[in-house]
């Protein structure tokens, strides 16, 4: 079952702009984890949020998390070719012990 | 380095043919998964396993059996292949059950005929 919802699904953007993607989820969660995926390859994970922090940065990156609206965005600053990829949100529910919850990600494009 | 490993990376079967897709880590972790990515469905898990011996289904495990006899190894085995598990299979690993970070293998883009 897809817990996480992206949007958009398809980005495209100029480098140097920053690119903004958003999750949306249904249930309660512990965490809250983005992942990025270049074409065909495995999945990397990007950084971590847990359910009582808003805010979180790591380099270029920066995520929130509104638990009370059950959404969380991914914002990556001043964007270059090689941030294109595909990037995913993935729930650790409070309710199962057993796996991440993958929505069906966005695929930034960045051009020159 | 710390990695999964997948073997095969690709493969082209035919329907019925038992195949076995190998998943290694060697980063001591006690929680393993597979999962599978289709366009337009995201990844969605497979089977996962907490520790040795210790396994247990997933979302769509329907078609698929697992193993873990040994805490690297955690191979997934399609005993009769059909069409409909053409897919992408990743196998990932982390350090306790999955609240933390995933680590993930590059992938086995599996086709059935």
């Known amino acids: 079952s897809q817990q996480g919802e992206e949007d958009p699904q398809a980005l495209s953007i100029q480098e140097g702009e920053n690119a903004t993607m958003n999750c949306s989820y249904k249930?309660?969660?512990?965490?809250l984890q983005w992942y990025r995926q270049n074409s065909g390859r495995g999945l990397v994970h990007l950084i971590l949020?847990?359910?009582?922090?808003r805010e979180k940065h790591s380099g270029r990156l920066r995520v929130t998390l509104d638990t009370s609206k059950k959404s969380s965005s991914l914002l990556i600053t001043a964007s270059r070719a090689a941030d294109t990829a595909s990037y995913f949100c993935?729930?650790?529910?409070?309710?199962?012990?057993?796996?991440?919850?993958f929505g069906t990600g966005t695929r930034l494009q960045v051009t020159l | 380095e710390a990695q999964v490993t997948q073997n095969p990376r690709y493969l082209i079967t035919v329907t019925g043919k038992k195949l076995t897709v190998t998943c290694s880590q060697n980063?001591?972790?006690?929680?393993m998964s597979w999962y599978r990515q289709d366009p337009g469905l995201g990844l969605r898990q497979i089977y996962y396993?907490?520790?040795?011996?210790?396994?247990d289904k997933g979302d769509v495990p329907e078609g698929y059996k697992v193993s873990r006899k040994e805490k690297r190894n955690f191979p997934l085995i399609l005993e009769s292949p059909s069409p409909n598990q053409t897919s992408l299979y990743f196998c990932?690993?982390?350090?306790?059950?999955?609240?933390?970070?995933?680590?993930f293998g590059e992938g086995s883009r599996l086709t059935v005929l």
């Open positions: 990932a690993s982390s350090f306790l059950r999955p609240g933390g970070e995933l680590f």
């Open positions: 249930t309660s969660i512990n965490n």
């Open positions: 949020i847990r359910s009582n922090e």
């Open positions: 993935a729930t650790d529910d409070s309710g199962t012990a057993s796996k991440l919850t």
């Open positions: 980063m001591n972790h006690e929680y």
């Open positions: 396993s907490m520790n040795v011996e210790v396994t």
